[in-house]
């Protein structure tokens, strides 16, 4: 058998640099995020790792939760996860806030030993309460930081993490140019307004593969329903009040969440789903009309496939109002009607508006058309160039 001198050559220094926690080869760009506890903290940022590696021969590694959904979809994307302690951040009192330092303590320690033996160019952060230690741990040691913000306002991580991402290169990427004037003053000429990233498939979605999964036919006028995993019972409940009004008009397409005490009347004109995953890019492209949540994935993922929205945002004590914020941006740019928390959120005036939207169909193409103007603009690829361009810059130094 021939041997090639050099490749046992090569793998003798890749086993070494392994064992000792270098990154090999030497010349490879490093880049590290973090983000979780939620899926709208974790796909996006997978929706910039997808569009960097595409652009780049890089390693990129994620740092999220030790339980919890994280691994499971990061490791699911193929990439090497970190899991680390996370305490939840509050902003009101409460006696978890102090067993919680202690985790969060422990999560920064653990992350500062994570990128110590990784050495990464830049640190990208998507958000949520696992996200404050290692931007921490990686300011402490120099590294490039970036935090990107969803909503209209920033949240409690993203405010953290601020301090962070203003050293060096680094800096706060937001999806409005209105959420620069949140942050304090001596952190607002280092915002970057690059929008939302969104998976490559929302922008190009099959509409004849997402009716084929419904079982749909060519004629059918499909209303899709989102509850969100925190709203779908709220949401559930207002579709139960209408729903053999909606079907009238529309299939009704809903994913419910998990709830194990739906039971719809049956109907030819109605299909729930617990969660739809792949498929989604597929049936938001065959819907006419969205109903649901205004979190930030949702109204930037319909925003990108150019669809009008009837929102609901989720309101109360258990939320800072960013679902509010949003559903108002969206509103005024005239992409969708908001039914606002108070006695008129029911299920006759979510039947009514969709009605009227059923009817109307230049209401409906005007709004599908501000909400494609909105996802016009690639949020994925301008924060995927901002990062790439800024560790280039690194590396040549």
Excluded at 249 to 277: C, E, F, M, N
Excluded at 348 to 373: P, S
Aim: charged share 20%; glycine share 12%; hydrophobic share 40%.
């Amino acid at each position: 058998m021939e041997v090639n001198i050099l490749e046992l050559i090569e793998m003798y220094i890749k086993n070494i640099a392994e064992k000792s926690g270098i990154v090999y080869p030497l010349t490879m760009l490093n880049i590290a995020f973090t983000g979780g506890g939620t899926g709208g903290h974790i796909y996006p940022g997978l929706a910039v790792v997808s569009y960097i590696k595409k652009r780049s021969d890089c390693r990129i590694f994620w740092i999220g939760n030790e339980s919890g959904m994280d691994r499971s979809i990061v490791e699911g994307a193929g990439l090497k996860f970190y899991g680390i302690p996370a305490g939840k951040l509050r902003r009101n009192f409460s006696l978890k806030n102090l067993s919680d330092l202690f985790r969060v303590l422990a999560g920064f320690l653990a992350a500062r030993r994570i990128l110590k033996k990784e050495r990464p160019a830049a640190l990208f952060s998507k958000g949520g309460f696992v996200s404050v230690p290692p931007c921490a741990a990686a300011a402490s040691l120099g590294i490039t930081v970036f935090t990107h913000e969803s909503d209209y306002s920033p949240g409690l991580a993203t405010g953290l993490n601020a301090r962070f991402a203003c050293r060096g290169r680094g800096g706060l990427i937001t999806a409005y140019a209105e959420t620069a004037a949140r942050f304090p003053s001596k952190y607002r000429e280092r915002v970057f307004v690059l929008g939302n990233p969104v998976r490559s498939e929302f922008r190009n979605g099959d509409a004849a593969a997402g009716r084929a999964f419904l079982g749909a036919s060519g004629s059918d006028r499909i209303l899709l329903v989102l509850g969100g995993s925190q709203g779908a019972r709220e949401i559930n409940g207002l579709i139960r009040e209408c729903l053999e009004d909606l079907c009238r008009d529309y299939l009704v397409i809903h994913q419910t969440g998990p709830a194990a005490d739906w039971d719809p009347p049956p109907s030819p004109r109605y299909r729930s789903y617990p969660y739809i995953k792949d498929e989604m890019s597929a049936v938001l492209a065959a819907a006419e009309l969205v109903a649901g949540r205004s979190g930030a994935g949702t109204v930037w993922e319909c925003a990108t496939a150019g669809k009008p929205m009837v929102l609901i945002p989720l309101a109360g004590s258990g939320t800072r109002g960013d679902q509010l914020e949003n559903a108002g941006f969206f509103e005024k740019a005239g992409a969708a009607l908001v039914i606002g928390p108070g006695p008129e959120r029911n299920g006759k005036t979510l039947a009514g508006m969709i009605a009227a939207l059923a009817a109307d169909h230049r209401r409906r193409e005007a709004m599908a058309a501000a909400a494609a103007e909105i996802g016009a603009a690639d949020g994925t690829a301008r924060i995927a160039e901002k990062i790439l361009n800024t560790v280039n810059a690194v590396k040549e130094e």
